[in-house]
């Protein structure tokens, strides 16, 4: 969460180069933030061409803007300041609050736009402001809100106002991904059974009130006539039987098209919306790390090798290098998700064409170990719908666990490294960081070549039965 603080604070520094004219307010504790309005105003009647991070009143009504730009007088423009590579609904509700509290203290709102990341920009030395933004004007929209935004006002200020809490249900998101009021939903009940309709995978907020008014709360009670996807009625059906479901026929020709020797590859990447080495546009995924088990042949032990980027420099080329030589040039290579491996290696093609034949080659090579799991071929209840390794390895590995890592998901490994080797944080932790993150990677392809024995095991039991 940090992480992505850190990122649109950082963005901003750049988006506010746009307006050299400018005066920058802003807070650093409540007194600061109590005198900002009376400072805000200040500035405006001081004739100031540009205000950045301003407070308003008006009435019960407060916002902070993040560029108001003077046209003439008392007309102005509204920027908001967004480190998202487009314009979401969500960012012209923000803008109408803001036009309807601007507006009712006094203002004349002309244009409203939003300043966001322009990701076809591609770093080449000192970043360029100018290039690594984009303006998008978005007047019209949020005007059409107005009205919508003024009655979301007063209901907002009657719940303020009311004794007792609203609804809380997952049914009333509106805007934004319901997964993540779903964890917010999940902390505040902790009481939910485990496999509450709240646990149904890629769930949407008309089902949670269809559900909800038949008064049903275990994915087990779900009636039939209730439309689900796929995926859904696959958990349901596992839930309700208490039964994995198993398609060996599947499995087995998955299994049977490898080839050996059998290669495990996971990256661990780095990503920022200001890219730190040239060549790289913003939001860049770029691998500083891999590791890679390996099984020769049928029967023959596992071996594992790996790499981590240690130097504040670009990693991609000497992470080829290293590449090329543990990965050889035979064999099926086992990845996780593979969209995500695949672009990966076709974007350090493209930055190192001497390295494009390699990575295409090893894309030909890859498949991906998630399919089985994301395709339903092997369904338990406890994976609630979901194919993440992480959702996947605890129910059929049961031995191995993130749990007991310092590091334990992708989002902390790559904000550690980017801290400790980009912006030389950490350094009396930087040797244990470094081993960290090789047991967390580790970790992730060890995983995969147990969850590969399991199906393996399950071609056996089916040879067997057969």
Not at 81 to 86: E, F
Not at 223 to 239: F, G, M, N, W, Y
Request: aromatic share 10%; charged share 25%.
């Amino acid at each position: 969460m940090q992480a992505l603080f850190d990122n649109g604070h950082l963005f901003e520094s750049y988006a506010e180069q746009l307006f050299p004219e400018s005066t920058r307010l802003g807070f650093t504790d409540y007194l600061t933030y109590a005198s900002l309005p009376k400072r805000t105003t200040e500035a405006l009647e001081s004739g100031a061409k540009t205000i950045l991070q301003g407070r308003f009143e008006a009435g019960q009504l407060t916002c902070i803007i993040d560029v108001l730009d003077r046209v003439e007088g008392n007309v102005f423009d509204l920027y908001e300041i967004k480190s998202s590579t487009s314009v979401k609904i969500d960012h012209e509700y923000d803008l109408a609050f803001q036009v309807v509290v601007l507006e009712q203290a006094g203002l004349t709102i002309r244009n409203v736009s939003v300043i966001h990341v322009n990701n076809k920009y591609v770093r080449e030395g000192l970043i360029d402001s100018k290039a690594i933004t984009k303006t998008t004007d978005v007047t019209e929209a949020v005007r059409l809100l107005i009205d919508e935004t003024k009655l979301n006002i007063q209901q907002a200020l009657k719940t303020i106002q009311s004794d007792t809490p609203p609804g809380m249900s997952p049914r009333f998101v509106r805007l934004g991904p319901i997964d993540e009021w779903l964890v917010i939903y999940k902390s505040l009940y902790t009481d939910l059974a485990p496999h509450s309709i709240y646990h149904l995978a890629t769930l949407k907020p008309q089902l949670v009130g269809e559900l909800e008014d038949l008064g049903v709360t275990h994915i087990k009670d779900i009636p039939d006539h209730v439309k689900l996807s796929e995926k859904q009625q696959r958990q349901v059906q596992a839930t309700k039987t208490d039964k994995r479901i198993i398609d060996k026929e599947k499995i087995f020709d998955f299994v049977d098209k490898l080839k050996y020797p059998l290669y495990f590859l996971d990256y661990e990447t780095l990503s920022s919306v200001i890219p730190s080495f040239d060549g790289i546009h913003p939001y860049q995924q770029v691998p500083f790390q891999y590791s890679l088990h390996i099984i020769e042949n049928p029967g023959a032990p596992i071996q594992h090798k790996e790499y981590l980027h240690t130097e504040n420099t670009h990693p991609g080329l000497p992470l080829l290098q290293r590449l090329k030589e543990d990965i050889g040039n035979t064999g099926t290579i086992f990845v996780w998700y593979e969209k995500f491996e695949k672009s990966r290696n076709k974007e350090l093609g493209e930055m190192f064409p001497e390295y494009a034949d390699f990575m295409q080659s090893v894309n030909n090579r890859v498949i991906d170990l998630m399919l089985p799991f994301a395709q339903g071929w092997f369904v338990d209840k406890d994976f609630y719908g979901s194919a993440s390794i992480k959702k996947v390895l605890p129910v059929l590995v049961t031995d191995l666990s993130y749990k007991e890592l310092n590091i334990q998901e992708g989002a902390s490994a790559q904000r550690l490294w980017m801290e400790t080797i980009l912006d030389g944080k950490n350094t009396e932790k930087k040797a244990q960081i470094m081993t960290d993150l090789i047991e967390y990677c580790k970790l992730d392809t060890l995983a995969m070549v147990q969850l590969y024995k399991v199906l393996q095991a399950e071609i056996l039991i089916s040879n067997k039965e057969a």
